[in-house]
T-cell receptor, first 109, second 113 residues
Framework: GIQVEQSPPDLILQEGANSTLRCNFS?????LQWFHQNPWGQLINLFY???GTKQNGRLSATTVATERYSLLYISSSQTTDSGVYFC???????????FGTGTQLKVEL | NAGVTQTPKFQVLKTGQSMTLQCAQD?????MSWYRQDPGMGLRLIHY???????DQGEVPNGYNVSRSTTEDFPLRLLSAAPSQTSVYFC????????????FGPGTRLTVT
């Protein structure tokens, strides 16, 4: 099956700093999604981004499907950005969504 | 809309016991799925359903059963719990399979002793 690698595995930022999270896939990328799991465990869909760039407030994401990677940018980080960020893609564009192992982000004051 | 709801939030079982994790959604989504989350493993797909009466296996289906009698409900059954099934379980729904935005429930934390 498809392999999904995320980097870095852990990240600590000072409030106000910017960061880039990366997601690499072993196979072609289809219908990639980014999720945020907050410290209370809730999973929120951030972006559905099969290709190109999307922005939502301080967050933006870029997917380069031909090169099998996606990037999540967090600007002016806040403590509420803390949690785990996952990328995921369905295998072959079908029913089985495969998740990466996540990037654990902690934003400190 | 309540979105995706799961019950219970927490559960402790002894090895060999059975139980059902409940999942319901009120968004009229055709596609529903169950994942388990283990430390360092991310989320792994257990079973999924593309509509009432239709289910299929995911990446880690052994030890779990599902059924989908209505669009709204997608229960997950553990027939004989094992310590290896200690995990956090998430239910998700979407308008379609992987190409659509997935909505997750709050999760059920299960411990098997």
């Amino acid at each position: 099956g498809i392999q999904v690698e995320q980097s870095p595995p852990d990240l600590i930022l000072q409030e106000g700093a910017n960061s880039t999270l990366r997601c690499n896939f072993s196979d072609s990328v289809n219908n990639l999604q980014w999720f945020h799991q907050n410290p209370w465990g809730q999973l929120i869909n951030l972006f559905y981004i099969p290709s190109g760039t999307k922005q939502n407030g301080r967050l933006s994401a870029t997917t380069v499907a031909t090169e099998r990677y996606s990037l999540l940018y967090i600007s002016s980080s806040q403590t509420t950005d803390s949690g785990v960020y996952f990328c995921a893609s369905p295998e072959g564009g079908g029913n089985k969504l495969t998740f990466g192992t996540g990037t654990q982000l902690k934003v400190e004051l | 809309n309540a979105g995706v709801t799961q019950t219970p939030k927490f559960q402790v079982l002894k090895t060999g016991q059975s139980m059902t994790l409940q999942c319901a959604q009120d968004m009229n989504h055709e596609y529903m799925s169950w994942y388990r989350q283990d430390p360092g493993m991310g989320l792994r797909l257990i079973h999924y359903s593309v509509g009432a009466g239709i289910t299929d296996q995911g990446e880690v289906p052994n030890g779990y059963n599902v059924s989908r009698s209505t669009t709204e409900d997608f229960p997950l059954r553990l027939l004989s719990a094992a310590p290896s099934q200690t995990s956090v379980y998430f239910c998700a729904s979407s308008r379609g399979p992987g190409g659509y935005e997935q909505y997750f429930g709050p999760g059920t934390r299960l411990t098997v002793t």
